[in-house]
Protein backbone atom coordinates (compact mmCIF):
# COMPACT_ATOMS: atom_id res chain seq x y z
CA UNK A 1 0.00 0.00 0.00
CA UNK A 2 1.48 3.27 -0.89
CA UNK A 3 -0.31 5.11 1.78
CA UNK A 4 1.16 3.21 4.68
CA UNK A 5 4.12 3.56 2.94
CA UNK A 6 4.15 7.11 3.10
CA UNK A 7 2.73 6.90 6.60
CA UNK A 8 5.64 5.32 7.81
CA UNK A 9 8.50 7.14 5.76
CA UNK A 10 6.87 10.71 5.68
CA UNK A 11 8.06 10.28 1.75
CA UNK A 12 7.55 8.81 -1.27
CA UNK A 13 9.12 9.11 -5.00
CA UNK A 14 7.99 11.21 -7.56
CA UNK A 15 6.04 8.67 -9.26
CA UNK A 16 4.25 7.27 -5.96
CA UNK A 17 3.25 10.71 -5.23
CA UNK A 18 1.41 10.80 -8.56
CA UNK A 19 -0.25 7.94 -8.31
CA UNK A 20 -1.80 9.43 -4.98
CA UNK A 21 -2.76 12.29 -6.56
CA UNK A 22 -4.24 10.81 -9.48
CA UNK A 23 -7.16 9.07 -6.69
CA UNK A 24 -5.29 5.83 -6.14
CA UNK A 25 -6.00 4.72 -2.75
CA UNK A 26 -7.78 7.56 -1.89
CA UNK A 27 -10.03 5.78 0.39
CA UNK A 28 -6.95 4.44 2.93
CA UNK A 29 -5.33 8.07 2.27
CA UNK A 30 -7.88 9.89 3.95
CA UNK A 31 -8.55 7.40 6.50
CA UNK A 32 -4.69 7.59 7.57
CA UNK A 33 -4.66 11.20 7.36
CA UNK A 34 -7.69 11.79 9.52
CA UNK A 35 -6.03 8.85 11.75
CA UNK A 36 -2.75 10.94 11.84
CA UNK A 37 -4.13 13.90 12.57
CA UNK A 38 -6.17 12.85 15.67
CA UNK A 39 -3.23 11.31 17.15
CA UNK A 40 -1.60 14.50 17.12
CA UNK A 41 -4.50 16.72 17.26
CA UNK A 42 -7.27 15.13 18.49
CA UNK A 43 -10.29 16.24 17.29
CA UNK A 44 -9.71 20.05 17.97
CA UNK A 45 -9.70 22.42 15.45
CA UNK A 46 -8.05 26.00 15.80
CA UNK A 47 -10.01 29.26 14.79
CA UNK A 48 -8.32 32.12 13.07
CA UNK A 49 -9.58 35.15 12.92
CA UNK A 50 -8.77 36.98 10.09
CA UNK A 51 -8.94 40.48 9.16
CA UNK A 52 -8.41 41.68 5.38
CA UNK A 53 -7.25 45.06 6.21
CA UNK A 54 -6.59 46.11 2.91
CA UNK A 55 -7.48 45.20 -0.94
CA UNK A 56 -4.96 47.73 -2.43
CA UNK A 57 -2.00 45.71 -3.84
CA UNK A 58 0.84 46.81 -5.85
CA UNK A 59 1.44 43.61 -7.55
CA UNK A 60 -0.44 42.30 -10.62
CA UNK A 61 -0.47 38.55 -10.31
CA UNK A 62 -2.28 37.07 -13.14
CA UNK A 63 -4.55 35.25 -11.27
CA UNK A 64 -5.40 38.00 -8.69
CA UNK A 65 -8.60 39.76 -8.08
CA UNK A 66 -6.89 42.25 -6.18
CA UNK A 67 -4.10 42.90 -8.58
CA UNK A 68 -3.17 46.21 -9.45
CA UNK A 69 -4.74 45.94 -13.13
CA UNK A 70 -7.99 45.25 -11.49
CA UNK A 71 -9.95 48.76 -11.99
CA UNK A 72 -13.52 47.38 -11.52
CA UNK A 73 -12.48 47.12 -7.77
CA UNK A 74 -12.97 49.31 -5.27
CA UNK A 75 -10.20 50.14 -2.82
CA UNK A 76 -10.33 50.60 0.85
CA UNK A 77 -8.02 50.43 3.49
CA UNK A 78 -9.07 50.25 7.29
CA UNK A 79 -7.46 52.14 10.04
CA UNK A 80 -6.02 51.39 13.34
CA UNK A 81 -8.84 51.67 14.90
CA UNK A 82 -10.89 49.77 12.98
CA UNK A 83 -8.34 46.67 13.34
CA UNK A 84 -7.84 47.07 16.93
CA UNK A 85 -11.85 46.81 17.09
CA UNK A 86 -12.02 43.44 15.21
CA UNK A 87 -9.37 42.01 16.94
CA UNK A 88 -11.24 42.80 20.55
CA UNK A 89 -14.72 41.45 18.49
CA UNK A 90 -12.61 38.47 17.54
CA UNK A 91 -11.15 38.06 21.25
CA UNK A 92 -14.89 37.84 22.51
CA UNK A 93 -15.41 35.44 20.28
CA UNK A 94 -13.20 32.86 21.61
CA UNK A 95 -10.27 33.56 18.76
CA UNK A 96 -6.72 33.83 19.87
CA UNK A 97 -5.03 34.31 17.04
CA UNK A 98 -5.29 37.43 14.59
CA UNK A 99 -4.43 37.02 10.83
CA UNK A 100 -3.61 40.72 9.49
CA UNK A 101 -3.67 39.97 5.58
CA UNK A 102 -3.65 42.12 2.58
CA UNK A 103 -2.23 43.07 -0.74
CA UNK A 104 0.95 44.94 -0.58
CA UNK A 105 0.23 48.23 0.18
CA UNK A 106 2.94 50.23 0.39
CA UNK A 107 0.66 53.03 2.70
CA UNK A 108 1.27 50.69 5.57
CA UNK A 109 4.90 51.33 6.49
CA UNK A 110 7.05 49.32 9.03
CA UNK A 111 5.86 52.40 11.83
CA UNK A 112 2.32 52.26 10.81
CA UNK A 113 2.22 48.13 11.20
CA UNK A 114 4.48 47.73 13.93
CA UNK A 115 2.31 50.22 15.88
CA UNK A 116 -0.79 48.44 15.12
CA UNK A 117 0.50 45.24 15.96
CA UNK A 118 2.32 46.02 19.52
CA UNK A 119 -1.26 47.80 20.47
CA UNK A 120 -2.71 44.08 19.55
CA UNK A 121 -0.11 42.53 21.28
CA UNK A 122 -0.70 44.78 24.33
CA UNK A 123 -4.45 44.49 24.49
CA UNK A 124 -4.25 40.50 24.00
CA UNK A 125 -0.97 39.20 25.27
CA UNK A 126 -2.27 35.80 25.12
CA UNK A 127 -2.79 35.76 21.28
CA UNK A 128 -0.62 35.14 18.72
CA UNK A 129 -0.51 37.72 15.93
CA UNK A 130 0.10 36.34 12.31
CA UNK A 131 0.74 38.67 9.28
CA UNK A 132 0.58 37.80 5.82
CA UNK A 133 1.26 40.70 4.01
CA UNK A 134 3.34 39.40 1.07
CA UNK A 135 7.00 40.28 0.07
CA UNK A 136 9.29 42.83 2.21
CA UNK A 137 12.65 43.52 3.33
CA UNK A 138 14.41 40.74 5.94
CA UNK A 139 14.59 44.68 7.67
CA UNK A 140 10.88 45.11 8.22
CA UNK A 141 10.00 41.30 9.07
CA UNK A 142 12.37 41.65 11.95
CA UNK A 143 10.73 45.35 13.05
CA UNK A 144 7.30 43.38 12.84
CA UNK A 145 8.91 40.49 14.80
CA UNK A 146 10.22 42.65 17.25
CA UNK A 147 6.83 44.97 17.51
CA UNK A 148 4.70 41.18 18.47
CA UNK A 149 3.74 39.14 15.20
CA UNK A 150 5.30 35.43 15.72
CA UNK A 151 3.69 34.42 12.95
CA UNK A 152 3.96 34.89 8.42
CA UNK A 153 1.82 33.52 6.34
CA UNK A 154 3.58 33.75 2.59
CA UNK A 155 2.63 31.08 0.18
CA UNK A 156 5.70 30.55 -2.24
CA UNK A 157 2.49 30.09 -5.06
CA UNK A 158 5.05 28.29 -7.15
CA UNK A 159 8.32 26.69 -6.47
CA UNK A 160 8.94 25.90 -10.19
CA UNK A 161 10.42 29.16 -11.37
CA UNK A 162 8.87 29.00 -15.19
CA UNK A 163 5.96 28.48 -13.37
CA UNK A 164 6.11 31.42 -11.42
CA UNK A 165 6.71 32.93 -14.21
CA UNK A 166 3.83 32.14 -15.78
CA UNK A 167 1.52 33.41 -12.63
CA UNK A 168 3.25 37.07 -11.91
CA UNK A 169 4.70 39.65 -13.95
CA UNK A 170 8.59 40.50 -14.54
CA UNK A 171 8.99 42.47 -11.32
CA UNK A 172 8.22 39.44 -8.79
CA UNK A 173 10.56 36.57 -8.39
CA UNK A 174 10.27 33.31 -7.23
CA UNK A 175 13.45 33.62 -5.92
CA UNK A 176 12.68 36.22 -3.67
CA UNK A 177 9.62 34.78 -2.48
CA UNK A 178 11.75 31.95 -1.49
CA UNK A 179 14.62 34.13 -0.29
CA UNK A 180 11.47 36.31 2.18
CA UNK A 181 10.66 32.09 3.43
CA UNK A 182 14.33 31.53 4.73
CA UNK A 183 14.32 34.90 6.29
CA UNK A 184 11.50 34.78 8.14
CA UNK A 185 12.44 31.28 9.27
CA UNK A 186 16.01 32.53 10.10
CA UNK A 187 14.22 35.57 12.57
CA UNK A 188 12.11 33.22 14.09
CA UNK A 189 8.98 33.04 12.93
CA UNK A 190 6.42 30.82 12.64
CA UNK A 191 6.12 30.02 8.71
CA UNK A 192 2.94 29.03 7.24
CA UNK A 193 3.74 28.35 2.90
CA UNK A 194 1.81 26.92 -0.03
CA UNK A 195 0.44 27.19 -3.11
CA UNK A 196 -3.02 26.76 -5.40
CA UNK A 197 -4.01 24.02 -6.67
CA UNK A 198 -4.68 23.44 -10.57
CA UNK A 199 -3.28 27.13 -11.22
CA UNK A 200 -3.05 27.65 -14.88
CA UNK A 201 -0.13 25.85 -16.54
CA UNK A 202 0.03 23.70 -13.59
CA UNK A 203 1.43 20.01 -14.47
CA UNK A 204 2.11 16.83 -11.62
CA UNK A 205 5.97 17.94 -11.93
CA UNK A 206 5.08 21.45 -10.52
CA UNK A 207 2.93 20.09 -8.23
CA UNK A 208 5.60 17.54 -6.83
CA UNK A 209 8.03 20.29 -7.05
CA UNK A 210 6.02 21.88 -4.61
CA UNK A 211 5.97 19.35 -2.39
CA UNK A 212 9.68 19.05 -2.40
CA UNK A 213 10.09 22.61 -1.58
CA UNK A 214 7.92 22.43 1.34
CA UNK A 215 10.12 19.63 2.66
CA UNK A 216 13.24 21.71 2.29
CA UNK A 217 11.43 24.38 3.75
CA UNK A 218 9.78 22.29 6.89
CA UNK A 219 6.89 25.23 7.50
CA UNK A 220 4.88 25.12 10.39
CA UNK A 221 1.58 25.48 8.62
CA UNK A 222 0.71 24.79 4.88
CA UNK A 223 -1.87 26.61 3.44
CA UNK A 224 -3.39 25.37 0.35
CA UNK A 225 -6.69 25.93 -2.24
CA UNK A 226 -7.82 25.14 -5.62
CA UNK A 227 -6.99 28.15 -7.90
CA UNK A 228 -10.35 30.39 -8.51
CA UNK A 229 -11.18 32.41 -11.75
CA UNK A 230 -11.39 36.22 -11.27
CA UNK A 231 -13.81 37.75 -14.18
CA UNK A 232 -11.29 40.71 -14.30
CA UNK A 233 -7.84 38.71 -14.64
CA UNK A 234 -6.26 37.38 -17.48
CA UNK A 235 -6.82 34.05 -16.48
CA UNK A 236 -10.35 34.50 -16.40
CA UNK A 237 -11.46 31.70 -19.13
CA UNK A 238 -8.88 29.24 -17.34
CA UNK A 239 -10.81 26.42 -15.52
CA UNK A 240 -10.93 26.65 -11.44
CA UNK A 241 -8.13 23.63 -9.62
CA UNK A 242 -10.20 20.65 -8.48
CA UNK A 243 -11.69 20.03 -5.28
CA UNK A 244 -11.11 16.28 -5.37
CA UNK A 245 -7.10 16.78 -6.05
CA UNK A 246 -7.09 19.59 -3.23
CA UNK A 247 -8.44 16.91 -0.76
CA UNK A 248 -6.28 14.27 -1.95
CA UNK A 249 -3.37 16.63 -1.11
CA UNK A 250 -4.38 18.00 2.13
CA UNK A 251 -3.65 14.48 3.34
CA UNK A 252 -0.39 13.81 2.02
CA UNK A 253 0.58 17.02 3.09
CA UNK A 254 -0.59 15.93 6.77
CA UNK A 255 1.01 12.29 6.50
CA UNK A 256 4.11 14.59 4.69
CA UNK A 257 4.29 16.41 7.74
CA UNK A 258 1.88 15.15 10.78
CA UNK A 259 2.84 18.48 13.06
CA UNK A 260 1.70 20.83 10.78
CA UNK A 261 -0.92 23.50 10.93
CA UNK A 262 -3.34 22.62 7.67
CA UNK A 263 -6.16 25.21 6.91
CA UNK A 264 -9.40 24.13 5.33
CA UNK A 265 -9.86 26.97 3.10
CA UNK A 266 -12.21 29.40 2.09
CA UNK A 267 -11.24 28.74 -1.72
CA UNK A 268 -12.22 25.18 -0.54
CA UNK A 269 -15.49 26.67 1.03
CA UNK A 270 -16.29 28.06 -2.27
CA UNK A 271 -15.86 25.81 -4.64
CA UNK A 272 -18.11 23.17 -3.07
CA UNK A 273 -20.90 24.19 -0.10
CA UNK A 274 -19.43 21.31 2.06
CA UNK A 275 -15.75 21.70 1.29
CA UNK A 276 -14.56 22.82 3.77
CA UNK A 277 -15.91 20.08 6.12
CA UNK A 278 -14.26 17.69 3.76
CA UNK A 279 -10.84 19.42 3.65
CA UNK A 280 -11.33 18.89 8.06
CA UNK A 281 -11.80 15.10 7.32
CA UNK A 282 -9.14 15.20 4.83
CA UNK A 283 -6.49 16.30 7.53
CA UNK A 284 -6.52 19.96 8.08
CA UNK A 285 -6.89 21.08 11.35
CA UNK A 286 -7.41 25.18 11.32
CA UNK A 287 -10.73 27.31 10.07
CA UNK A 288 -9.82 31.36 9.14
CA UNK A 289 -13.31 32.86 9.36
CA UNK A 290 -13.41 35.91 8.39
CA UNK A 291 -13.12 39.49 10.95
CA UNK A 292 -13.08 41.90 8.79
CA UNK A 293 -16.18 44.43 9.04
CA UNK A 294 -18.95 43.65 6.73
CA UNK A 295 -18.99 46.20 4.93
CA UNK A 296 -15.48 45.47 2.95
CA UNK A 297 -15.53 42.11 3.02
CA UNK A 298 -17.06 41.99 -1.18
CA UNK A 299 -13.89 44.16 -1.88
CA UNK A 300 -11.79 41.64 -1.01
CA UNK A 301 -12.56 39.53 -3.58
CA UNK A 302 -9.78 37.42 -4.87
CA UNK A 303 -11.97 35.41 -6.85
CA UNK A 304 -15.59 35.36 -8.22
CA UNK A 305 -18.48 34.03 -6.01
CA UNK A 306 -15.82 34.13 -2.53
CA UNK A 307 -18.13 32.64 0.44
CA UNK A 308 -18.75 34.33 3.96
CA UNK A 309 -18.95 38.24 2.41
CA UNK A 310 -22.26 38.84 3.76
CA UNK A 311 -22.07 38.37 7.21
CA UNK A 312 -21.23 39.29 10.34
CA UNK A 313 -18.29 38.18 12.81
CA UNK A 314 -20.48 36.17 14.77
CA UNK A 315 -22.29 34.71 12.00
CA UNK A 316 -19.23 33.38 10.61
CA UNK A 317 -18.08 31.89 14.07
CA UNK A 318 -21.61 30.24 14.76
CA UNK A 319 -22.01 28.77 11.04
CA UNK A 320 -18.28 27.38 11.45
CA UNK A 321 -18.88 25.83 14.52
CA UNK A 322 -21.38 24.14 12.78
CA UNK A 323 -19.91 22.80 9.97
CA UNK A 324 -17.21 21.70 12.02
CA UNK A 325 -19.13 19.63 14.47
CA UNK A 326 -20.99 18.19 11.66
CA UNK A 327 -17.75 17.30 10.16
CA UNK A 328 -16.99 15.52 13.62
CA UNK A 329 -14.49 17.96 14.75
CA UNK A 330 -14.66 20.59 17.43
CA UNK A 331 -13.70 24.17 17.60
CA UNK A 332 -11.24 24.73 20.73
CA UNK A 333 -10.18 28.48 22.00
CA UNK A 334 -6.86 28.15 22.12
CA UNK A 335 -3.49 30.07 20.45
CA UNK A 336 -2.80 26.84 18.48
CA UNK A 337 0.73 26.20 18.00
CA UNK A 338 2.06 23.72 15.60
CA UNK A 339 3.30 20.48 17.60
CA UNK A 340 6.87 20.75 17.48
CA UNK A 341 6.76 24.40 18.92
CA UNK A 342 7.87 25.00 22.12
CA UNK A 343 5.91 27.64 24.49
CA UNK A 344 9.18 29.00 25.80
CA UNK A 345 10.08 30.26 22.28
CA UNK A 346 6.70 32.56 22.09
CA UNK A 347 7.42 34.13 25.24
CA UNK A 348 8.15 37.92 24.16
N1 LIG B 1 -0.29 39.81 -0.44
C1 LIG B 1 -0.11 38.68 0.40
C2 LIG B 1 0.69 37.60 -0.31
O1 LIG B 1 1.11 37.81 -1.44
O2 LIG B 1 0.95 36.58 0.31
C3 LIG B 1 -1.40 38.10 0.96
C4 LIG B 1 -2.64 38.28 0.14
S1 LIG B 1 -2.77 37.14 -1.23
C5 LIG B 1 -4.21 37.78 -2.01
C6 LIG B 1 -3.32 35.66 -0.40
C7 LIG B 1 -3.39 34.40 -1.22
O3 LIG B 1 -4.54 34.41 -2.04
C8 LIG B 1 -2.27 34.13 -2.17
O4 LIG B 1 -1.20 33.51 -1.52
C9 LIG B 1 -2.92 33.27 -3.27
O5 LIG B 1 -2.46 31.92 -3.22
C10 LIG B 1 -4.41 33.36 -2.97
N2 LIG B 1 -5.16 33.70 -4.20
C11 LIG B 1 -5.08 34.83 -4.92
N3 LIG B 1 -5.86 34.74 -6.03
C12 LIG B 1 -6.43 33.52 -6.00
C13 LIG B 1 -7.32 32.83 -6.87
N4 LIG B 1 -7.74 33.37 -8.01
N5 LIG B 1 -7.71 31.58 -6.52
C14 LIG B 1 -7.30 31.02 -5.38
N6 LIG B 1 -6.44 31.62 -4.51
C15 LIG B 1 -6.01 32.86 -4.82
Not at 52 to 66: A, L, Q, S, V
Not at 130 to 136: M, Q
Not at 282 to 300: C, D, F, I, Q, T
Request: net charge neutral.
Amino acid sequence: MITEQLEKQRDLTDGLLQRLMEGEEEEALFAAADRVRRENYGDAVYVRGLIEFTNHCRNDCYYCGIRRSNRSLSRYRLDRETILACCREGYGLGYRTFVLQGGEDPWYTDEILCDIVSQIHREHPDCAITLSLGERSRDSYQRLFEAGARRYLLRQEAADEKLYRMLHPSRMSCENRKRCLYALKGIGYQVGSGFMVGAPGQRWEHLIGDLRFLQQLQPDMIGIGPYLRHQDTPYRDQPNGSMQLTLRLIAILRLMFPGALIPSTTALGTIDPQGRELGLKAGANVVMPNLSPAAVREKYELYDNKICTGEESAQCRSCLEMRVFSAGYRIVTDIGDPKKYRASDRDL
